[in-house]
Structures are given as C-alpha cells and as structure tokens.
C-alpha cells in the first residue's frame, strides 16, 4: 500500500506510462511523443504538493484527473487543435486501464457529490471548465447566460468547495496548477 501519492507514483510508473499515452492518444495522432513529457508535468507538480495530498483517498484516480488535465493543456499549449469534441473524449475515456483502482469518473464523482446543491447542468459546466479546460465565453454561451453571470455562480460553487469540503477545494487547486 502505497503511504504518499510520490511513493504510488514511483510504484507504478510503468502502468502510468502506458495511461498517460492512451490518453494522451484522444487529443493528438502522435501520443507517444507527449505522454512521457505530460506525465512528467504531473510528476512534478505532484512531488512539490506531495504534503497537501495525503487526504487523497484514491492516488491512481486523482493522478489520472491530473493526467488528463496536463494532456488538454500540453496541446493547447503547442497551438495542436484537440480532434474530437469533449463529449466524445468523456465516452471514451472510461476505457483506459492505469491500475485497478485508477479511475477518471471516480474523481470527478466525488468532486460532483460536493456541489449537489447546484444545478446539474452548473456541475456539468463547473467540470469541464475546471477539469477540461473549456473555455468560459464557450460555456456561457451554450448555458445561455452571461461571462460574468457564470464567473458569479462558479465563485459560488469554489466557495461552497471550501466550506463544506476543503479538502476537494484544495485538490482541485493543486490540479489546476497543471499546465
């Protein structure tokens, strides 16, 4: 059993190899080139944070939430247009097999349960601009509401995070840090 989210890693670095270019496949035609650099990416952000992250309940799944964050902005960083939409990634992902206990929807379920309270179709948005990336103006727009309306409801989403489950809240920020 693995006592830190560094030890888990270092454990099953050959399993996260392997995730991390099958994710990685679903955003670029060429995933072996940019697995090893996105796990890397993780890797690092996850050893600086390694003492705020020993409330993580389940380390395959949250190194899978980061993987999957790092590999969004690894192309959208290298000017490559992801090639299919986010709702056929969110299908397919499901797949993917790091490690028994590595699991992307785990993660983000957890992360849903704490914001019950808002509307589904919120959570929905709050997660994909929060986990994938999508842009607000994008979100907004397909919410029917404005920029600043959203940025409002998803303050108020981030502050319930804190309130009522900081631990979530700062897992989250960790993750946002990937980039």
């Known amino acids: 059993m693995s006592r830190s989210i ?6 099953n670095y050959d399993k996260l190899v392997k995730s991390s270019v099958r994710i ?9 080139a940019i697995g090893e650099d996105v796990l890397h990416d993780v890797a690092v952000v996850l ?3 390694e003492n705020e992250l020993t409330d993580v309940k389940d380390f395959g799944a949250y190194i899978g939430v980061c993987i999957r964050r790092a590999a969004i902005n690894y192309v959208k960083k290298s000017a490559r ?11 397919k992902l499901d797949n993917y097999d790091a490690c028994s206990e590595y699991d992307y929807f785990e993660w983000i379920a957890s992360l849903e ?5 808002f509307d589904p179709r919120m959570r929905k948005a709050f997660i994909a601009h929060y986990i994938d990336d999508v842009p607000s103006n994008k979100l907004a727009a397909e919410l029917g509401i404005t920029e600043k309306a959203l940025s409002l409801r998803f303050a108020r989403m981030r502050k319930e995070l804190h309130d009522k489950a900081p631990s979530m809240f700062k ?4 993750l946002l840090m990937i980039r």
């Open 6 to 11: 560094v030890d888990y890693f270092s454990q």
């Open 24 to 32: 990685c496949s679903y955003f670029t035609k060429n995933p072996s």
């Open 47 to 49: 050893c600086k944070k």
């Open 81 to 91: 247009a992801i090639p299919v939409d986010m709702e056929l990634i969110t299908d």
């Open 113 to 117: 349960k704490h914001l019950q309270r």
């Open 171 to 174: 897992h989250l920020n960790i």
